[in-house]
């Protein structure tokens, strides 16, 4: 079963507006942590925002905000203000506590396309 | 320092050939991975080290061998592999527990 879910494979958005990027989780765990990352066209995966399972506060790092909704297993990705460099895919990833901590999952991602 | 590096930037092998990739991370994190991405896809776990063991295999073939010499050293072997394999293979680092990866820029392996 798949343990992330981001129904947006593509998105537009207007340089300067604000977008949302959904994910939504799946997963019978108490503690984990869901994380985005950004991969341009280079191929890197960029860390953006983490937001842990027990963290009351939704994440924000400069322009990105983590939008965490726990009883409906969603973190969706705001991204304030887009840039023409925003352009990229967009992956939606968790961390669950096993044996070892090292579970981790992306979701299939969304690429963003930011417009003029 | 975020960096994890990882060289070749580029490598294009045939069948017959033994190549390794490189990984390198110098901030003191316990837990190393491979992963491999085809285009437009997620990346895919293939093995996960801690404390310099294997702890994870997700049923890779033996063509692809992963060793961790030290604790900031991840190298993947590669033999007789095969066109499908063509990918990007990304190396990560982290910290044990519910925190981010960092990733290295990549290695764009081509088998010819």
């Known amino acids: 079963a798949q343990k992330i879910t981001q129904t947006q494979p593509g998105m537009f958005v207007q340089e300067k507006e604000a977008v949302t990027l959904d994910c939504t989780y799946d997963t019978s765990d108490q503690s984990y942590g869901l994380f985005w990352y950004k991969q341009p066209s280079s191929g890197e995966m960029i860390f953006l925002i983490y937001?842990?399972?027990?963290?009351?506060q939704n994440a924000t790092e400069g322009r990105y905000s983590l939008n965490f909704q726990k009883a409906r297993k969603s973190a969706n990705l705001v991204i304030s203000a887009s840039q023409l460099g925003d352009s990229a895919m967009y992956f939606c990833?968790?961390?669950?506590?096993?044996?070892?901590?090292?579970?981790?999952?992306f979701g299939p991602g969304t690429r963003l396309s930011v417009l003029p | 320092d975020t960096e994890v590096t990882q060289t070749p930037k580029h490598l294009v092998m045939g069948m017959t050939n033994k190549k390794s990739l490189k990984c390198e991370q110098h901030m003191g994190h316990r837990a190393m991975y491979w992963y491999k991405q085809k285009a437009k896809k997620p990346p895919e776990l293939m093995f996960v080290?801690?404390?310099?063991?294997?702890?994870i295999n997700e049923s890779v073939p033996s063509r692809f061998s992963p060793e961790c010499p030290n604790s900031s050293l991840l190298n993947l072997h590669l033999h007789a592999l095969q066109p499908e394999d063509s990918a990007l293979y990304l190396c990560a680092s982290s910290q044990e527990g519910l925190y981010e990866q960092y990733f290295g820029p990549g290695t764009r392996l081509t088998v010819t």
């Open positions: 080290y801690s404390y310099e063991k294997l702890s």
């Open positions: 937001q842990g399972s027990y963290d009351e």
């Open positions: 990833a968790m961390r669950e506590v096993d044996n070892y901590g090292q579970n981790f999952v």
